[in-house]
């Protein structure tokens, strides 16, 4: 009744890493599930740096097919600049297939970052 990670999935959408440059993070499927979210951990920020986050969708995996998630397709919202040692949650609640998280550089020396794709509502379950 409690337990849930036989009922959620769970994909790097950006592999730990400390940042000194825009990152693409990897192409997520959400073939299977019905809802999804980004967890974004941060660590520490050198050289006065400022880091957006955003969203990005596609019915496929080509690279250029991916656009920006609308603000109406989000739940929750990606701060104006990502802070350090902190945590960002923001829910997806659009229908396309891919997702894929960008972390812009906008200024400063680097961040230190991490991100998590949550997936939920499982077509089938136990999720492995």
């Known amino acids: 009744m ?3 990670v036989y009922n959620i999935g769970a994909a790097p959408a950006l592999a730990p890493a ?3 440059a825009t990152a693409t993070g990897a192409v997520l499927d959400l073939l299977g599930f019905e809802s999804a979210a ?3 951990a941060t660590g520490a920020i050198v050289g006065d740096g400022n880091y957006t986050a955003k969203l990005q969708e596609s019915d496929t995996t080509t690279a250029g097919d991916f656009t920006d998630v609308d603000d109406d397709q989000l739940q929750g ?3 104006a600049s990502l802070a350090a040692d902190s945590v960002v949650k923001v829910g997806y ?3 396309k297939r891919y997702l894929r998280l960008v972390v812009t550089k906008n200024s400063g ?3 230190v970052a991490v991100a998590l794709l949550i997936k939920g509502h499982a077509h089938q379950r136990p999720v492995s």
């Open 77 to 79: 919202t990606f701060p």
């Open 38 to 40: 980004i967890i974004i």
């Open 93 to 95: 609640a659009g229908f």
């Open 2 to 4: 409690r337990n849930i």
């Open 109 to 111: 020396t680097s961040i």
């Open 18 to 20: 400390v940042l000194t």
